[in-house]
């Protein structure tokens, strides 16, 4: 009985912090289907006493950004085509320095390993003016790849870390019996590491592309009219200063701008988990 009784107790704290957590969701739902007369005249938690979809299709195709009134539409396909490359890029480059530094050591693999790990934790505020300096040289500044380029430089040290330890967990006669039977550097990674690693390639995936679309920074600051990602369309719509303050519009576009993130965690959330896991308990 003492046992039901403290199960009861823990699932009771676990539901309540549950709906804690999820309330700011909840209101950002409720609120993006009411009319602003409803808003106005209701509360905050209560379901909308209508359903009205008008508001989601503003912030998609509609709401201002400064003087442009396209909505969210334009800059989500923005964040489309910088997010996708980037995270495959990376991610491959985070591999192959992975499999590097887990199973080809030389001279210094020790302490270049450790400057990457420096450099994961280094202010994204440091970085904006050398990263300015080097798109303005390479005359990609204010462009969608060039926004590309600075995230795939600074995800390459997360991404090389989850490799490095995923594949050093891997046993070295692996690699020493395909140098036996001839096998190179790139016939091993893709004959041996690669088959392997779908566990730890979500992992990066999950992590890289939740970092890229969720920027804000750097995306204010390397990118320009016509190339911005979601979220500085985000903060325009929702900081506007002109006309009726839309609270409906504002919600329906935040809840837009956090979907795809949203969808990678629902779909793929256990298997992050199970990655992570996985490069920890080998050996």
Same mark, same amino acid.
């Given at each position: 009985?003492?046992?039901?009784?403290?199960?009861?107790?823990?699932?009771?704290? *676990?539901?309540?912090?549950?709906?804690?957590?999820?309330?700011?969701?909840?209101?950002?739902?409720?609120? +993006? %289907?009411?009319?602003?007369?409803?808003?106005?005249?209701?509360? #905050?938690?209560?379901?909308?006493?209508?359903?009205?979809?008008?508001?989601? !299709?503003?912030?998609?195709?509609?709401?201002?950004?400064?003087? &442009?009134?396209?909505?969210?539409?334009?800059?989500?396909?923005?964040?489309? #085509?910088? +997010?996708?490359?980037?995270?495959?890029?990376?991610?491959? #480059?985070?591999?192959?320095?992975?499999?590097?530094? /887990? &199973?080809?050591?030389?001279?210094?693999?020790?302490?270049?390993? /450790?400057?990457?790990?420096?450099?994961?934790?280094?202010?994204? &505020?440091?970085?904006?003016?050398?990263? /300015?300096?080097?798109?303005?040289?390479?005359?990609?500044?204010?462009?969608?790849?060039? *926004?590309?380029?600075?995230?795939?430089?600074?995800?390459?040290?997360?991404?090389?870390?989850?490799?490095?330890?995923?594949?050093?967990?891997?046993? !070295?006669?692996?690699?020493?019996? /395909?140098?036996?039977?001839?096998?190179?550097?790139?016939?091993?990674?893709?004959?041996?590491? %690669?088959?392997?690693?779908?566990?730890?390639?979500?992992?990066?995936?999950?992590?890289?592309?939740?970092?890229?679309?969720?920027?804000?920074?750097?995306?204010?600051?390397?990118?320009? !009219?016509?190339?911005?990602?979601?979220?500085?369309?985000?903060?325009?719509?929702?900081? $506007?200063?002109?006309?009726?303050?839309?609270?409906?519009?504002?919600?329906?576009?935040?809840?837009? $701008? !956090?979907?795809?993130?949203?969808?990678?965690?629902?779909?793929?959330?256990?298997?992050?988990?199970?990655? #992570?896991? $996985?490069?920890?308990?080998?050996?």
């Amino acid at each position: 009985m003492k046992r039901i009784a403290l199960r009861l107790g823990l699932y009771t704290m *676990l539901i309540l912090f549950a709906l804690y957590y999820l309330m700011p969701l909840f209101v950002m739902v409720v609120t +993006s %289907l009411k009319s602003l007369d409803e808003i106005r005249t209701g509360s #905050l938690l209560s379901l909308p006493r209508e359903i009205d979809f008008s508001s989601w !299709a503003k912030a998609w195709s509609g709401a201002c950004t400064g003087i &442009q009134c396209d909505g969210l539409r334009p800059f989500f396909w923005n964040s489309v #085509l910088l +997010s996708i490359p980037a995270v495959v890029i990376s991610t491959l #480059l985070g591999a192959i320095n992975g499999y590097v530094l /887990a &199973q080809w050591r030389f001279k210094g693999s020790n302490i270049l390993f /450790a400057l990457m790990l420096f450099g994961c934790f280094i202010p994204f &505020q440091v970085v904006l003016l050398p990263m /300015a300096i080097t798109l303005g040289a390479l005359k990609i500044a204010g462009s969608i790849p060039g *926004l590309m380029l600075v995230h795939i430089v600074y995800g390459i040290g997360f991404t090389t870390l989850f490799f490095r330890n995923f594949y050093v967990t891997i046993p !070295a006669e692996l690699v020493k019996a /395909a140098k036996v039977d001839g096998a190179g550097f790139f016939r091993i990674f893709f004959a041996i590491f %690669l088959p392997v690693s779908p566990p730890i390639i979500v992992v990066t995936v999950i992590w890289q592309f939740t970092q890229i679309w969720n920027d804000f920074l750097f995306g204010v600051s390397f990118s320009q !009219a016509g190339t911005q990602p979601i979220t500085v369309a985000l903060n325009n719509i929702v900081n $506007a200063t002109t006309g009726v303050k839309e609270y409906n519009v504002d919600m329906a576009a935040a809840i837009i $701008a !956090a979907l795809p993130t949203l969808l990678v965690y629902v779909v793929a959330g256990k298997y992050f988990i199970r990655g #992570l896991t $996985a490069g920890s308990v080998k050996g």
